[in-house]
């Protein structure tokens, strides 16, 4: 079966753009998890969701920063108004409910001039 | 708040000899741990898992992990490395509370010809 699908693969922009990544889960995975990868670190939580609610948005570091999971499938990434320090990786993640097992996505590469 | 220390950025072997990854962790109570793997180019993919079965945990690829709670230790070991060995190694503490992962910083494994 399908694994966890990330969309753009990769992503450049100029500084103060609007960009939107995506995520599809695993089909059946209630929980979707967001994180971001800089270079030479590991995974950082930003948010978690279980169905179509936010179960812990503790991560994202600012405002800027928001997710959405309408319909408890697809997952988007919201960021405003970005920043040089923005660019990284951003990795999504699937989980069947209490496995504590998550699939990866190969993550969208953001870069910011 | 739970957290994983990985000892050594980066560990070279020889081909054939055994790997020796090291991983602390700091919790307040009995922790889930895991191990994972990102080749390069690819997703994160998880290694191994210790959730309070068995202290000796054995995972894909012929790894094996040892929970130590006396020495708050969860590393990491294989006695042979092979080649397709090479590529950065993730311990993780998981709060299953919220089902939170946390991720250290990562080991970068080289593997000698």
């Known amino acids: 079966g399908a694994g966890v699908s990330q969309t753009p693969s990769n992503k450049v922009t100029e500084k103060g753009k609007y960009v939107e990544l995506r995520c599809d889960p695993i089909s059946g995975h209630t929980a979707l998890y967001w994180y971001r990868q800089s270079l030479g670190q590991g995974p950082e939580f930003l948010i978690y969701f279980q169905g179509t609610g936010a179960a812990d948005d503790s991560g994202l570091p600012n405002d800027r920063f928001f997710a959405v999971r309408p319909e408890g499938s697809v997952s988007t990434l919201k960021i405003q108004r970005t920043e040089r320090g923005d660019s990284a990786v951003y990795l999504c993640?699937?989980?069947?409910?209490?496995?504590?097992?998550?699939?990866f996505g190969e993550g969208s590469r953001l870069t910011v001039l | 708040a739970q957290s994983v220390t990985q000892l050594d950025s980066h560990v070279s072997v020889s081909e054939g000899t055994p790997v020796l990854l090291r991983c602390n962790y700091s919790s307040s109570y009995s922790p889930s741990l895991f191990w994972y793997v990102q080749h390069p180019n690819k997703g994160l993919q998880l290694l191994l898992k210790?959730?309070?079965?068995?202290?000796l945990v054995k995972g894909i690829n012929g790894f094996e992990a040892e929970f130590k709670k006396s020495e708050t230790s969860f590393h990491l070991t294989k006695p042979s490395a092979h080649m397709s060995d090479a590529a950065e190694y993730f311990c993780v503490v998981v709060d299953f509370g919220n089902e939170k992962l946390t991720f250290g910083t990562g080991t970068r494994l080289t593997i000698i010809p």
């Open positions: 210790y959730t309070s079965a068995a202290t």
């Open positions: 993640a699937s989980s069947p409910k209490n496995t504590g097992e998550l699939f």
